[in-house]
T-cell receptor, first 115, second 115 residues
Framework: GENVEQHPSTLSVQEGDSAVIKCTYSDSASNYFPWYKQELGKRPQLIIDIRSNVGEKKDQRIAVTLNKTAKHFSLHITETQPEDSAVYFCAASPTSGGSNYKLTFGKGTLLTVNP | DTGVSQDPRHKITKRGQNVTFRCDPISEHNRLYWYRQTLGQGPEFLTYFQNEAQLEKSRLLSDRFSAERPKGSFSTLEIQRTEQGDSAMYLC?????????????FGEGSWLTVV
């Protein structure tokens, strides 16, 4: 089955700096890669996703890049703000076959943005 | 659209008791997922439904766990003879299965503590 590794497990940055979180996956059949943000005691919320037919996607201060050959994808947050502080999870899944859209998650990155 | 709702939000039970969680997905979502999340970990897939059909069950789901979605709308997850290792947050998620899209939305989770 799919295995997703996520690094770093914790990340502390100063307000205004950029933050980068990296994930690798093992199953070459995976072609959907969402990122979720989870605040303490709250539900995971989708912040951005990317499919394997593109290499990069951007939404305001958030961007995701994908390298299918190397099986890794990254989340980039620019101009970080204290409200960006949360746990971020990457995930991967195929989009066809019996396990389509069955997400496998990384272990999460605790991002702290210091004012 | 009020999102995915779960009930109860918190449950404390004694070891050996049975517990049942309910999930109401976003209306018209035909896919429903159950995940389990422990502290410091990402959500782990348990099972999912397409309409009323249970399509896949994780090996994490022992014989003590059973999930149903009788009319293709709400779902229940029952844990029989609870053990301390069952303490976790049980997350429900739903999506609308289609050719492109399939964004997966999570509920707030049901926290289970087995004492």
């Amino acid at each position: 089955g799919e295995n997703v590794e996520q690094h770093p497990s914790t990340l502390s940055v100063q307000e205004g700096d950029s933050a980068v979180i990296k994930c690798t996956y093992s199953d070459s059949a995976s072609n959907y890669f969402p990122w979720y943000k989870q605040e303490l005691g709250k539900r995971p919320q989708l912040i951005i996703d990317i499919r394997s037919n593109v290499g990069e996607k951007k939404d305001q201060r958030i961007a995701v890049t994908l390298n299918k050959t190397a099986k890794h994808f990254s989340l980039h947050i620019t101009e970080t703000q204290p409200e960006d502080s949360a746990v971020y999870f990457c995930a991967a899944s195929p989009t066809s076959g019996g396990s389509n859209y069955k997400l496998t998650f990384g272990k999460g990155t605790l991002l702290t943005v210091n004012p | 659209d009020t999102g995915v709702s779960q009930d109860p939000r918190h449950k404390i039970t004694k070891r050996g008791q049975n517990v049942t969680f309910r999930c109401d997905p976003i209306s018209e979502h035909n896919r429903l997922y159950w995940y389990r999340q422990t502290l410091g970990q990402g959500p782990e897939f348990l099972t999912y439904f397409q309409n009323e059909a249970q399509l896949e069950k994780s090996r994490l789901l022992s014989d003590r766990f059973s999930a149903e979605r009788p009319k293709g709308s709400f779902s229940t997850l029952e844990i029989q003879r609870t053990e301390q290792g069952d303490s976790a947050m049980y997350l429900c998620a739903s999506s609308l299965s289609r050719v492109v899209g399939n964004t997966i939305y999570f509920g707030e989770g049901s926290w289970l503590t087995v004492v």
